[in-house]
């Protein structure tokens, strides 16, 4: 199993930042990527970015341009710093790690979330 901690969460007007990270341990399995989801209430969970082994991106249409992803291999780390936020960015953001279990196989686990409040 994977234990997170994450942190950075919290209430800020419209335009301004925050900078969430998520620290995790405990798996034997290679860590192939690291990234952030949200879930605002009513609706599903959405990629918002992720970084992989090898420190490609991948992010949400709706953060390009705002939101960066970077992480830490050596210490199994990941941060996003988020600018530029809008009311709509409110939502509990979750840490999501992928590990390789073997050749063919992955598997995934879930941080406990932290949420995030944008007012107008």
């Known amino acids: 199993q994977v234990q997170f901690v994450e942190s950075g969460g919290g209430l800020v007007q419209a335009g301004g930042s925050l900078r969430l990270s998520c620290a995790a341990s405990?798996?034997?399995?290679?860590?192939?990527?690291m990234g952030w989801y949200r879930q605002a209430p009513g609706k599903s969970r959405e990629l918002v970015a992720t970084i992989d082994s090898g420190g490609s991106t991948l992010y949400g249409d709706s953060v390009k341009g705002r939101f960066t992803i970077s992480g830490d291999n050596a210490k199994n780390t990941v941060d996003l710093q988020m600018n530029n936020l809008k009311p709509e960015d409110t939502a509990v953001y979750y840490c999501?790690?992928?590990?390789?279990?073997?050749?063919?196989?992955?598997?995934?686990?879930w941080g406990q979330g932290t949420q995030v409040t944008v007012s107008s």
């Open positions: 999501k790690v992928v590990v390789d279990v073997d050749w063919f196989r992955t598997s995934q686990f």
């Open positions: 405990g798996s034997t399995f290679r860590f192939r990527s």
